[in-house]
């Protein structure tokens, strides 16, 4: 149980388009998903809370207008990095929690993408 | 701000030897610990965790303790097999229900035959 899927796993895109990646609960309602980016041999860093029904919470640093973060369902959240740039080539990782009385996250597989 | 210190890697063992990965932690309050592990082109998944001081999470013959009065909590495996390589991160947690995680920078273990 609690599996949490991301789609796609690897994208490569030019500079200036936008890219959107889709995290997924397969198993499991979750009112609350997490978005990080993982920069190579570096930890995850959190970019922001994605609460369904309700605006993301940023982290301080990370731009709103660049990440825009859709949590229009119980088990989807979307992340759609804006007019990327090569700057922005990452790895993107989406967790969720399960709903209320656990502090525990579920990590999806991640998405690597590649900004020409 | 809270914070997570892991050791160094790459750590590199023989099949069968001892592993310890040190991790130490800054945080008010009391949070909750975790160990998760990310094997290679793999998310990462939950190995362990304890919520309070003393507690011992457990899993796969990894185990670790919270130890509140050294602010540590460090991952420990009797015998490690070369299919425990992965990076192993240590993180913290606040806040109760979907609590933002603070990880530390990782640290990945090579086992050798």
């Known amino acids: 149980g609690a599996v949490v899927s991301q789609h796609p796993s690897r994208v490569i895109c030019k500079s200036g388009t936008s890219v959107k990646i889709e995290c997924r609960s397969l198993?499991?309602?979750?009112?609350?998903m997490f978005w990080y980016r993982q920069f190579p041999k570096q930890s995850l860093m959190l970019m922001a809370t994605s609460n369904e029904g309700s605006k993301a919470t940023y982290e301080q640093g990370v731009e709103k207008d660049k990440f825009l973060i859709n949590h229009a369902s119980l088990t989807l959240s979307t992340l759609t990095v804006t007019s990327a740039h090569p700057e922005d080539s990452s790895f993107y990782i989406c967790?969720?929690?399960?709903?209320?009385?656990?502090?525990?996250?579920?990590f999806g597989p991640g998405t690597r993408l590649t900004v020409l | 701000g809270d914070s997570v210190t892991q050791m160094e890697g790459p750590v590199t063992l023989s099949e069968e030897a001892f592993l310890t990965i040190n991790c130490t932690y800054t945080a008010t309050g009391y949070p909750s610990l975790f160990w998760y592990v990310q094997y290679p082109g793999e998310g990462l998944q939950l190995l362990l965790k304890a919520t309070k001081a003393d507690d011992k999470g457990s899993n796969k013959g990894f185990e670790a303790t919270y130890r509140k009065e050294t602010t540590s909590f460090h991952l420990e495996k009797g015998s490690v097999q070369v299919s425990d390589s992965a990076v192993y991160f240590c993180?913290?947690?606040?806040?109760?229900?979907?609590?933002?995680?603070?990880f530390g920078t990782g640290t990945r273990l090579q086992v050798t035959l």
């Open positions: 967790s969720a929690s399960l709903p209320s009385g656990t502090d525990t996250q579920y």
């Open positions: 993180a913290l947690g606040k806040g109760g229900t979907a609590s933002k995680l603070t």
């Open positions: 198993d499991f309602q979750a009112t609350t």
